[in-house]
Structures are given as structure tokens and as C-alpha cells.
């Protein structure tokens, strides 16, 4: 029997990289966010359709904070690379806005039609675009952290490598759910059917085979729920930004799945929330508030 990764077989890596899989009503999730998304639409300020490039999913929804040169919170949705929008990812926007924070939420062309070389690219050039545009927009370029669910918290990592951030992404921190940080194993089950991944590509865009981003807090966590390589994943990555010097910390959020971890972000009450705000507030020094 095969092995190709970590002593799994095919079948377990099916298993093991399957989140629709650890839920028993997929939809349900996602009409989750939709409904949360859609009151934020309804009942706070935004701007609309942000291109930060020629192509028609290269677009930004902007929800400004009340008082100027407030603080950006820039999420960058979940999907598998392959799936959901703007219009399904703002669901946080509500709690952020009501303390101060801005938030932007990020539309990118999906997989298979865009490889995922190619999507990186898009994020990155999406959160440069907001940082040379803080005058228009009127937030802070000093205070701008990243957010990201799944495939959102790969290409939020992705966004911190150090070639991105001279180019003019001067983020300050980055939250990240339930990512995916090493793409090795999805070269063996079904998500390499939209993302085509050779070895050499996997390597490229793993954030683990890359410079850990040592220079900016961190946050990292996942779902009491998830699936014991999604959980490792995090794991993982969180001792490399450790042990390379980074400021990161990391907690299992009990009670969560793959799907509604992230979704804590739209109640101020949850420790997900308030440890995101932490971190927003005080850059230099992260502090995990107990449970």
C-alpha cells in the first residue's frame, strides 16, 4: 500500500484533508456566514468593488471604521482556493467596526481558473493597493493586520514573506484559522484536482518551507473539531514562527469546527475576538486573554 506522505496512505489523506467532511451540514456553515455577511451590508457603512487590479475578481469590499486613521483589519476568505466570495466573508465586520477597526474584505479568482501562483499574487497586490491608499480610504498604513480562515490563512501567510512587504505591504500582524501551511499533502487527494500542484510548486507556495514572518505577532488557531492534520498544520507552523523568533500564540478554540472558528470574530464576547482586538491594540506585546 502507498504511502506518499508522512506514512498516510491516499485514503487517509482523503480523509484527513476532507473539511466538508467534519461537519454534518456543509451548507448550514455557509449560510452562516452569508446571513452574518449580509448585515453588515445592510447596516454599516462600505465601499464597494475596490479594484486593486484590471481583472473582475480583483476587487475589495471596504468597511471604514467611524473616526479617521483608525486601524485595518484586511480578511482574506477560506474555499479551499476554489470557492466563496466577498459578499460571504464580511460576517466580521460588524464587531470590528463597532471597536474602531476598519475592515476590508478581499475577492480573489479561484482555482482551477487561476492557479494559485497566480491568486497569491492577487492577495498580495490586494493588500499593497490598501496600504497606498490610506489617504482615500482613511486608515492608519502603520496599523494594518491580516485575517484569514483555511485557504485564506495559507495566502495570509503567504502575504507576510518578506519579498511582499518591501514591495510595499507594511502589515503589522495577522490572525490565522485553521490554514494550511504545508501543500505537500493535497498533491495526494482531491483538492491538487483544482490546484494541480507539482512538487516544486507545492514547496514554493508552502509558507513552511519559506522564511518564518518573525517581525509581526501572530495569532493562530483552529477548531476543537478539525481533523488531526489540520490541527497539526497549525501546530506546526506555530514552532517554526517560534523557534525562528517570532511572537505567536496559538489556542484550540473548543466547541468550533473547520468552518465556524472564524466565525467567533463576529461576537465581541468570544476569546477569539477579544484576543484579535489584543493584538490590534497593543502590537508589541500579544496577550491571550484566558478562556
Same mark, same amino acid.
Given at each position: 500500500?502507498?504511502?506518499?506522505?508522512?506514512?498516510?496512505?491516499m485514503a487517509d489523506l482523503e480523509t484527513?484533508?476532507?473539511?466538508?467532511?467534519?461537519?454534518? *451540514? =456543509?451548507?448550514?456553515?455557509?449560510?452562516?456566514?452569508?446571513?452574518?455577511?449580509?448585515?453588515?451590508?445592510?447596516n454599516l457603512s462600505v465601499i464597494c468593488d475596490i479594484a486593486y487590479g484590471p481583472g473582475d475578481d480583483e476587487r475589495i469590499d471596504f468597511f471604514p471604521a467611524k473616526a479617521p486613521n483608525s486601524p485595518l483589519f484586511v480578511f482574506i476568505h477560506g474555499g479551499y482556493w476554489r470557492a466563496l466570495g466577498r459578499s460571504d466573508s464580511a460576517f466580521m465586520?460588524?464587531? =470590528?467596526?463597532?471597536?474602531?477597526?476598519?475592515?476590508?474584505?478581499?475577492?480573489y479568482s479561484l482555482a482551477p481558473a487561476a492557479s494559485l501562483g497566480q491568486i497569491v499574487d492577487q492577495v498580495r497586490r490586494a493588500v499593497s493597493h490598501l496600504t497606498?491608499?490610506?489617504?482615500?480610504?482613511? =486608515?492608519?498604513?502603520a496599523r494594518?493586520?491580516?485575517?484569514?480562515?483555511?485557504?485564506?490563512?495559507?495566502?495570509?501567510a503567504m502575504a507576510l514573506q518578506p519579498d511582499t512587504r518591501e514591495l510595499g505591504s507594511p502589515v503589522k500582524g495577522a490572525l490565522l484559522a485553521s490554514g494550511l501551511y504545508d501543500l505537500e499533502p493535497l498533491r495526494f487527494c482531491?483538492?491538487? *484536482?483544482?490546484?494541480?500542484?507539482?512538487?516544486a510548486l507545492a514547496r514554493l507556495n508552502s509558507?513552511?518551507?519559506?522564511?518564518?514572518?518573525? *517581525?509581526?505577532?501572530l495569532v493562530v488557531v483552529w477548531g476543537e473539531t478539525e481533523t488531526a492534520e489540520f490541527k497539526r498544520q497549525s501546530q506546526d507552523f506555530t514552532a517554526k514562527v517560534s523557534q525562528a523568533g517570532g511572537s505567536v500564540i496559538e489556542f484550540e478554540v473548543p466547541n468550533r469546527?473547520? =468552518?465556524?472558528?472564524i466565525a467567533d470574530l463576529a461576537d465581541p464576547e468570544t476569546r477569539l475576538f477579544r484576543t484579535a482586538i489584543d493584538m490590534i491594540n497593543a502590537p508589541k506585546k500579544v496577550v491571550s486573554p484566558k478562556p
Amino acid at each position: 500500500m502507498e504511502h506518499p506522505y508522512r506514512c498516510m496512505t491516499m485514503a487517509d489523506l482523503e480523509t484527513q484533508y476532507d473539511a466538508r467532511g467534519t461537519v454534518s *451540514d =456543509f451548507d448550514a456553515e455557509m449560510r452562516a456566514y452569508r446571513s452574518l455577511s449580509n448585515s453588515a451590508y445592510s447596516n454599516l457603512s462600505v465601499i464597494c468593488d475596490i479594484a486593486y487590479g484590471p481583472g473582475d475578481d480583483e476587487r475589495i469590499d471596504f468597511f471604514p471604521a467611524k473616526a479617521p486613521n483608525s486601524p485595518l483589519f484586511v480578511f482574506i476568505h477560506g474555499g479551499y482556493w476554489r470557492a466563496l466570495g466577498r459578499s460571504d466573508s464580511a460576517f466580521m465586520a460588524k464587531s =470590528f467596526v463597532s471597536m474602531g477597526v476598519g475592515v476590508a474584505v478581499v475577492e480573489y479568482s479561484l482555482a482551477p481558473a487561476a492557479s494559485l501562483g497566480q491568486i497569491v499574487d492577487q492577495v498580495r497586490r490586494a493588500v499593497s493597493h490598501l496600504t497606498q491608499n490610506t489617504q482615500r480610504l482613511s =486608515f492608519d498604513a502603520a496599523r494594518v493586520y491580516l485575517g484569514g480562515s483555511s485557504a485564506g490563512a495559507h495566502l495570509a501567510a503567504m502575504a507576510l514573506q518578506p519579498d511582499t512587504r518591501e514591495l510595499g505591504s507594511p502589515v503589522k500582524g495577522a490572525l490565522l484559522a485553521s490554514g494550511l501551511y504545508d501543500l505537500e499533502p493535497l498533491r495526494f487527494c482531491k483538492p491538487n *484536482d483544482w490546484l494541480s500542484l507539482t512538487k516544486a510548486l507545492a514547496r514554493l507556495n508552502s509558507p513552511m518551507q519559506l522564511p518564518a514572518p518573525v *517581525d509581526v505577532p501572530l495569532v493562530v488557531v483552529w477548531g476543537e473539531t478539525e481533523t488531526a492534520e489540520f490541527k497539526r498544520q497549525s501546530q506546526d507552523f506555530t514552532a517554526k514562527v517560534s523557534q525562528a523568533g517570532g511572537s505567536v500564540i496559538e489556542f484550540e478554540v473548543p466547541n468550533r469546527n473547520h =468552518f465556524d472558528v472564524i466565525a467567533d470574530l463576529a461576537d465581541p464576547e468570544t476569546r477569539l475576538f477579544r484576543t484579535a482586538i489584543d493584538m490590534i491594540n497593543a502590537p508589541k506585546k500579544v496577550v491571550s486573554p484566558k478562556p
